[in-house]
């Protein structure tokens, strides 16, 4: 399906239809600027979702709960010897690498600051200059930045994960040719503000339960509706 069949309309469509097919998504409940969260929670789920690059959900959850048992706060952590931190979080993979970015993002954050660690400014800051800022943070991409503002701030920016780009792709909300950052550009572009989390949400769940990489299930209304896969037909 080409992507200039699409517009706000059509995305409200179809995200009342993926409603339908599931159930609604409780924006509320499960995210958004919390008026009542501590500075370093922002924080936190940076350092979270860099553990969670290319790793399962449990492994995630592990290596998280082993970094945060082992040291006391996140100096600490911006401090610690890069083979021992790399060791303490080796069940999330690449630990070398995530090692080095979860310090490299504690620096910049502490010197953009000038001593806390805090995301707090990114709040003040328009969408795109914070997903800027974050980016520009060696080995943090356009995903990890995404759930940071968007889980964490509220603010209107998806992330796109492999779900959500494969059944964006297959539905033509987004090119077949796009790269990860395009995909979020066009879909950042594409979904009215307020649907940005709810969307993701159900996308997710749509990939999971009947659009699979390797096949995919399009007896459903919303296959019917919007999908033009080669497993469609």
Request: with cysteine.
């Amino acid at each position: 399906m080409s992507t200039q069949q699409w517009d706000a309309t059509r995305v409200r469509a179809l995200h009342d239809d993926l409603v339908e097919l599931y159930e609604p998504v409780d924006r509320v409940a499960e995210h958004g600027a919390d008026p009542t969260a501590k500075p370093g929670e922002g924080v936190r789920q940076l350092v979270t979702t860099i553990l969670s690059q290319n790793v399962a959900d449990e492994n995630t959850r592990r290596a998280s709960e082993a970094l945060f048992d082992r040291y006391d706060d996140f100096a600490a952590i911006e401090a610690a010897d890069h083979e021992e931190l790399k060791e303490t979080i080796r069940v999330a993979g690449l630990a070398d690498q995530k090692a080095a970015r979860i310090q490299r993002a504690l620096a910049a954050i502490r010197e953009e600051t000038g001593g806390a660690y805090s995301l707090a400014f990114l709040d003040a800051m328009p969408t795109d200059e914070a997903k800027g800022w974050l980016t520009e943070i060696k080995g943090v991409g356009p995903k990890t930045a995404s759930v940071v503002l968007n889980f964490h701030f509220g603010k209107p920016t998806m992330a796109v994960d492999t779900h959500v780009k494969r059944v964006s792709k297959r539905f033509g909300l987004v090119p077949e040719s796009a790269s990860n950052e395009r995909a979020h550009e066009v879909l950042d572009e594409q979904v009215p503000d307020e649907l940005i989390y709810p969307l993701h949400v159900l996308l997710i769940r749509h990939g999971r339960e009947r659009c699979s990489a390797r096949g995919a299930d399009c007896d459903n209304p919303v296959c019917d509706a919007y999908c033009d896969c080669e497993y469609c037909h």
